[in-house]
């Protein structure tokens, strides 16, 4: 199994900026793609972005966090990033890591705790 934990939330101002980090254990064979999902009190989860773990190293961004958010990952630290600038109000939400892949016929998706982000109004 793989265990995601995420930190790095917390409390700040409208224009400024947090790094989310999702430290990433156990046995990792067949997982390809990490991404850092949110969902706001009543709303549905949604993905923010997106990162392969293969070589090509394919990046996505959900519309309303381009230019904004940048997702990265540290193969040294076993660690994946959200880069989080010029926070707006409406960013606030529990934003969890998720990672999924497949092993011959076998599916993985794994989730972490989750990790609050409040952005004053």
């Known amino acids: 199994q793989v265990q995601l934990v995420e930190s790095g939330g917390g409390l700040v101002q409208p224009g400024g900026s947090l790094r989310l980090s999702c430290a990433a254990s156990?046995?990792?064979?067949?997982?390809?793609?990490f991404g850092w999902y949110r969902q706001a009190p009543g709303e549905q989860r949604e993905l923010v972005a997106s990162?392969?773990?293969?070589?090509?190293?394919?990046?996505t961004y959900v519309d309303p966090v381009k230019g904004r958010f940048t997702i990265s990952k540290d193969k040294d630290k076993n660690t994946v990033y959200l880069q989080m600038n010029s926070l707006k109000p409406e960013d606030t939400a529990v934003y969890y890591c998720?990672?999924?892949?497949?092993?011959?016929?076998?599916?993985?998706?794994?989730w972490g705790q989750g990790t609050q982000v409040t952005v004053s109004s």
């Open positions: 156990g046995i990792m064979l067949g997982i390809n793609v």
């Open positions: 998720n990672a999924k892949g497949r092993f011959l016929k076998n599916q993985f998706d794994y």
């Open positions: 990162i392969s773990l293969s070589s090509g190293g394919t990046i």
